[in-house]
Structure formats: structure tokens, C-alpha cells
């Protein structure tokens, strides 16, 4: 994007010396461009606020009067047209309201010898924001026939835990059920079967009754 600083003028002469701002707008924003001298009397424009469409240019046309002066300013705004400021692009046009963020560029105005280029190119936004932020409230988008996403997990159920007593038992019993002939002694040797330690025990109180009633007689 061509964002030029100077704007060069030719020497000499008895009335104003004119040049041209070529304003290309090469986004797909419409944008209004607002031009303020720092000398009126000095510069004269022809349209200091102008509606630039997106890709259209406007040819705006300086005169600088020299017996007033042989140096000055201009400075280039522009805003983004959006559905939100119009009423603050009114303002923007008729007052003061300007801000640093929406300056596109500031050219110094300088007359010297040699070449000066007729016309001028600067293409917007430049330095100025393409966006601006929404500070009022604005209709939105009905969401009337939106659905909440569902968890992935909504339908998933934890599992209780299991005590290592029911574990040992649960074990026990896929390899009674599973065991072969070679290995079936070597695992019931290590993972004894919940039924055979309930007959150990339960021995163990007969062989207890037994005693006591030897000793009663």
C-alpha cells in the first residue's frame, strides 16, 4: 500500500500552485476519509470529506497558495463505514472528533527545486484501524433454533469400586472355570479359592467342639 509523508510543491508563481491526492481504497470496506489542513488559508481542497467505496478512488485537489506560506500539513482520517457508527461517523464528519487511531497518514507540504510530482497516490486504511470495536448495544443473530452441545460423557455411568475381598473372589472363580489340567494344581496353590478357606474354617470350629466336649467329660 502506497502510504506516502510528503507532498511536494513547485516554486514560483503569481496564484496558487495546484497538485492532486490520488485516495485508492483497495479493501472491501467502504470507508469516509476526512482531510484537515494545519493552514486553511494556505491549502485549499476541493472536498475535505469524501465516502470512498471499496475498491474506488477519489482525485482530491490541493491548491497551496504560496504568498501565505510555503510549508504546512495535512492530515489524512479515515474511518470504516459499519453498521454500528453511523451516528459517530456524522459527528466524525461535521466536528473534531478525530483520533490518532483512525489517522491514515500525515503529509508535509514543502515547495522545492526540481522534480514535483503532479499527482500523489495514498491508498487507505494506511495506519488507521480497519475494525472498530461496537459501544452500544446491537441487534444479534436469533438463536432461537441453536441446540446446546451435549458432554461426550453425559451418558456415562461411574462404576462402583470393587472391594479387593470381592476382587480376589471374582479371580478365583474365572480360573476355576479356566484352568487346565497342567497348571490347575500350581494356581490353586497360589490363589486358593475363597470356598476351600471356608472349609478350612469351618473345620476348624468342629475339630474345636470336639476338644471341649473332650474336656467337659
Known amino acids: 500500500m502506497a502510504t506516502p509523508t510528503v507532498m511536494v510543491f513547485p516554486p514560483g508563481s503569481n496564484g496558487p500552485t495546484r497538485r ?3 485516495i485508492r481504497n483497495p479493501t472491501n470496506k467502504d470507508f469516509v476519509v476526512k482531510l484537515v489542513p494545519s493552514c486553511e488559508k494556505m491549502l485549499k481542497l476541493e472536498g475535505e470529506v469524501l465516502l470512498l467505496q471499496d475498491h474506488k478512488y477519489a482525485p482530491v485537489h490541493i491548491d497551496l497558495d504560496q504568498k501565505v506560506g510555503k510549508k504546512a500539513e495535512l492530515s489524512i482520517y479515515a474511518r470504516p463505514v459499519e453498521r454500528h457508527n453511523h451516528a459517530s461517523i456524522l459527528e466524525f464528519c461535521k466536528g473534531s472528533t478525530q483520533t490518532p487511531h483512525q489517522l491514515v497518514t500525515k503529509l508535509s507540504i514543502k515547495v522545492e527545486n526540481g522534480f514535483a510530482a503532479n499527482d500523489t497516490i495514498l491508498d ?4 488507521a484501524t480497519m475494525f472498530e470495536a461496537v459501544t452500544l448495544a446491537t441487534a444479534g443473530i436469533n438463536v432461537s433454533d441453536t441446540l446446546t452441545c451435549q458432554p461426550i460423557d453425559g451418558d456415562c455411568a461411574t462404576a462402583p469400586n470393587m472391594a479387593a475381598d470381592d476382587f480376589a473372589k471374582y479371580s478365583n472363580q474365572k480360573l476355576g472355570e479356566e484352568k487346565c489340567w497342567l497348571f490347575g494344581p500350581l494356581i490353586d ?3 486358593p479359592s475363597a470356598t ?3 472349609k478350612k474354617k469351618s473345620s476348624g470350629k468342629g475339630e474345636e467342639q470336639s476338644c471341649n466336649l473332650c474336656a467337659a467329660g
Open 20 to 22: 492532486t491526492l490520488i
Open 189 to 191: 496353590a497360589l490363589f
Open 196 to 198: 476351600a478357606e471356608s
Open 124 to 127: 487507505v486504511p494506511g495506519s
